[in-house]
């Protein structure tokens, strides 16, 4: 009987957190620029109109780049503080790691004003690289978070009869360690790369004559006769994100499985 | 051959000593470490030490002073400000976390362990799309032509559109409960995940009910994930812009607003910086008193 009522609960629940979801491509297929009911009619134009933009274009390109260098770089340092925590004790492991994680609870306002001050004081140009440089911070501790279950999963026996077979250290690490952890460096670089992607108020603040996606989204909400495309434009994005997020999945189970671990659920 | 047993031995032995390994520890983690050094510590100081600072047009005046504090505390409107982010951020972080727990149980406690992982992709899927588009689809259901209103009316419910639920506080609250849904029930569910269930079992065989069992058994053994939950949540939100910025109206905004306006309009950054300082100082010591009140909450009750 309460079981029953908690499956209601949940049911109406998934609906709260799907409601502007479902929105999304019914006004992008609406044959009006009134984003509001009833419906006028259907329509593909919004997205037609999406190639011939070509200032959209350019942010999606800006946002891809800054998103694939964030995600090497954060999955980089991410692997060497996961295994660092993993492997070794050190004096003051807790203090460093906390504090690398640190940006996971601080408002991103403040992590945004403190770098642009800096970099503002240090006399650096507002760039893409600024971008970077703020969304490596901030996507380093999810890194840390996905890749310190790859880390911790792995058996230390394996590493060890590597090396009783001969192998060097940096051998075990590329031919026994990196595969075994491979899945989970790959949700992590998923995960950094979602993450750059949709991130507003750091681009915001940091950007420098080429806006991001958000940033340029952001401008664009103020014309009511653009939005249309922006819900085609973001109809598109999430069916990519579902897909990436999919594929994260797929992988991080796999690797769960490859390292014989049960598995403990969520990217967090 | 024995002299090779020797050797490994003698090699993991030193692998295994206590220096080493330290030493080894903090050559890994220190580029990690030296990044957030560098971008994340100093440009913290700096805020700091441009809150202390006065800015005539475009010069930094370098000289020690108080006046940005006395000012920024003087000033109904950025006193009113830091208030009204903290009592939005509380409001939504009691209707997140309340609205989350039952979630977090129905999927920990009746939901098949197989299928366990579905639902958690389920809840978070919304969470990965576009905030910015998340937001503004908030401003389209609430609006006065929105999906709430044109249903009521078209249901008969109501005559007038309702306006109490956008460009209000109350537009805020909603949104950034449902943006940061999925921060409160992850936490939650992993701590329900690592209950015992015997513990269970053996309230219910000392003739505990259902109900009591979950108050007394469930509920306290949870509360480690409900205030990563609140914390997770509040944090963030004190901090807000774009939410309070989209569907806030006038009366709904925040103090991130302000540090913007601040830094970016008025270009008086030592006046943003102070804000800033005071906002983290505010959410710090908010976090803090929490965590300690709950620190002697759970020894009270053991």
Redesign the interface.
Known sequence: M??RG??V??LA??I??????V??PI?AFNDST?????LSGFTTQWFAEIPETPALIDSVQTSLVIAATTAILST???I??A???A?????G?RP??G??M??????????A??????LL?LGLSLSSWTVI??H??IC?PFC?AILNSAFGNLDPSLE?AS??LGETRFTTFRLVTLPLVMPGIISSLLIAF?ISL?E??IAF?LTGTEPTL?VY??GQ?RFPQK?PV??AL?TI??AS??LI?AVA?YFR?RGIARTGGK?????? | MGGNEVLAERARNWGRFARSDAARGWLLVSPTALYALLLLAAPLATVLAFSFWTQDFLDIDRTFTLNNYREALAEPLYRELILRSVLIAGAVTLATVVLAYPIAYFVSFHVRPERKSMWIFLITIPFWTSYLIRVFLWKVILGFNGVVNTSLQGLGLIEEPLSFILYNPNAVVITLAHAFAPFAILPIFVALEKIDRSLLEASRDLGESRITTFFRVTLPLSVPGVAAAVLIVFIPTVGDYVTPRLVGGPDGLMIANMIQTQFLRLNNAPMGATLSVLAMVTVGVISLVFLALLARWLRVKQ
Do not use: H, N, Q
């Open positions: 309460k079981g908690l499956y609960y949940a629940y998934l709260f957190l799907y409601a502007p979801i929105l999304l006004f009134v984003i509001a009911f009833p980089g340092l991410g060497c503080a295994r660092a925590g492997k070794y004790d050190f004096p492991k460093v790691l504090f690398i640190l940006p996971l609870v601080l408002p991103e306002i403040i992590v004003v403190s770098l642009l001050v800096v004081g440089l703020g490596t911070l380093t840390i060890e090396f009783d979602t949709d507003f108020i603040f958000p989204l952001w909400l939005i922006v819900m973001g994005l999430v994100s579902v997020l999945e189970c598995d403990t659920g969520g990217f967090l």
